[in-house]
């Protein structure tokens, strides 16, 4: 039986055991899956005049954290929760920043498309236009002028 001066002197076990016991065990893990994506390319079957040939092309697949999750048998969410652990932060910030530069530098030199990379690297230029036209109902010339701008037929109001 657990009594007061237990709970006091010991610490008791909750919730389900860490995936990786240190922070080594998961950079190790995080370098395995980048050797892996390294040395399996996508194959790309080399299509000319129409004509489709028996050679492929190599292309570079991307680092994603989504799939280093899958490689390393953990969802995002649990990686997200060894980000709060102080001994995981540092591997964890720098498994980001590999991932984050290998994407970004093969954005720069065309090996992945620019646009989806800008957006998943959150750098997509986004602008609102808001065009706000007001004028005073009262003023009958003023609404006809106004909607005679804009295409449409007053005589027919």
């Given at each position: 039986?657990?009594?007061?001066?237990?709970?006091?002197?010991?610490?008791?076990?909750?919730?389900?055991?860490?995936?990786?016991?240190?922070?080594?065990?998961?950079?190790?893990?995080?370098?395995?899956?980048?050797?892996?994506?390294?040395?399996?390319?996508?194959?790309?079957?080399?299509?000319?005049?129409?004509?489709?040939?028996?050679?492929?092309?190599?292309?570079?697949?991307?680092?994603?954290?989504?799939?280093?999750?899958?490689?390393?048998?953990?969802t995002e969410d649990t990686y997200r929760n060894y980000k709060k652990k102080e001994d995981f932060f540092?591997?964890?910030?720098?498994?980001?920043?590999?991932?984050?530069?290998?994407?970004?530098?093969?954005?720069?030199?065309?090996?992945?498309?620019?646009?989806?990379?800008?957006?998943?690297?959150?750098?997509?230029?986004?602008?609102?236009?808001?065009?706000?036209?007001?004028?005073?109902?009262?003023?009958?010339?003023?609404?006809?002028?106004?909607?005679?701008?804009?295409?449409?037929?007053?005589?027919?109001?």
């Open positions: 039986m657990i009594t007061k001066k237990d709970k006091k002197t010991k610490k008791f076990k909750v919730g389900r055991p860490l995936v990786f016991e240190s922070p080594d065990e998961l950079f190790n893990l995080a370098c395995e899956y980048f050797e892996w994506v390294d040395a399996n390319p996508f194959k790309k079957a080399i299509v000319y005049q129409g004509a489709v040939s028996n050679d492929t092309e190599k292309l570079q697949r991307p680092y994603t954290l989504n799939a280093f999750c899958i490689h390393a048998g953990m540092e591997v964890t910030k720098t498994v980001d920043s590999i991932i984050y530069n290998q994407k970004f530098e093969g954005a720069t030199f065309g090996v992945f498309n620019p646009n989806i990379i800008a957006r998943d690297l959150g750098l997509a230029d986004k602008r609102e236009v808001e065009e706000k036209k007001t004028f005073s109902v009262d003023r009958k010339e003023e609404l006809e002028k106004f909607l005679s701008d804009n295409g449409v037929d007053v005589k027919n109001l």
